[in-house]
């Protein structure tokens, strides 16, 4: 089945502790994106990859760090999370970077940082 | 430089009764419009994309939407709401700045739809 997949699907942790949300596709997308959704502000986007080694920061990359060293994973990282990065996280994928591509989206994962 | 508005934050309805969530946009490029749909504790689905072809774009789950040029508009509808419907939608802009360049995708505030029994 064609998906994309986050681990963990729920996190709460402290605040200054590292962690990273992982990011799988296995239908061999070039374009790899991450989103944090926030009440009221619909989704905005954090980075984003164009394909293996290509990175790039999105609106809101503060606080954040992408990796793309394989073309199916896209990790997150938060090397030292504050409480304002509580949110609920989106990674997605499209076959390529260009406009007309629709994305699909992974099912979510909600982190609190407390 | 782009941007999406959702005119509505919240839209109820009766089931069996159409549905209008409305979007306009702005873009200074050719753009590539999408509605998105996610329920409750879920990721979003595509509904449906215009992607310069025919304005009026048919999508899933009986939802279509037209894309009107003069009007900055992409509104979304369907003839008859059904239970399953109630969920939140996004409207979402891409565009290509350059050629040989990347996308930018730019969210709307997304749009709650309530069907009443």
């Known amino acids: 089945e064609a998906q994309v997949t986050q681990n963990p699907r729920y996190l709460i942790t402290v605040t200054g502790k590292k962690l990273t949300v992982t990011c799988s596709q296995n239908?061999?997308?070039?374009?790899m994106s991450w989103y944090r959704q926030d009440p009221g502000l619909g989704l905005r986007q954090i980075y984003y990859?164009?394909?293996?080694?290509?990175?790039d920061k999105g609106d809101v990359p503060e606080g954040y760090k992408v990796s793309r060293k394989e073309k199916r994973n896209f990790p997150l990282i938060l090397e030292s999370p504050s409480p304002n990065q509580t949110s609920l996280y989106f990674c997605?994928?499209?076959?390529?970077?260009?406009?007309?591509?629709?994305?699909?989206f992974g099912p979510g994962t909600r982190l609190t940082v407390t | 430089a782009q941007s999406v508005t959702q005119l509505d934050s919240h839209v109820s309805v009766s089931e069996g009764t159409p549905v209008l969530l409305r979007c306009n946009y702005s873009s200074s490029y050719s753009p590539s419009l999408f509605w998105y749909v996610q329920h409750p504790n879920k990721g979003l689905q595509l509904l449906l994309k215009?992607?310069?072809?025919?304005?009026l774009v048919k999508g899933i789950n009986g939802f279509e939407a037209e894309f009107k040029k003069s009007e900055t508009s992409f509104h979304l509808t369907k003839p008859s709401a059904h239970m399953s419907d109630a969920a939140e939608y996004f409207c979402v802009v891409s565009a290509t700045p350059y050629s040989g360049g990347y996308q930018k995708v730019t969210f709307g505030t997304g749009t709650k739809l309530q069907v009443i029994p």
């Open positions: 990859s164009m394909n293996v080694e290509v990175t």
């Open positions: 215009y992607t310069s072809a025919a304005t």
């Open positions: 239908m061999n997308h070039e374009y």
């Open positions: 997605a994928s499209s076959q390529k970077g260009l406009a007309a591509y629709e994305q699909y």
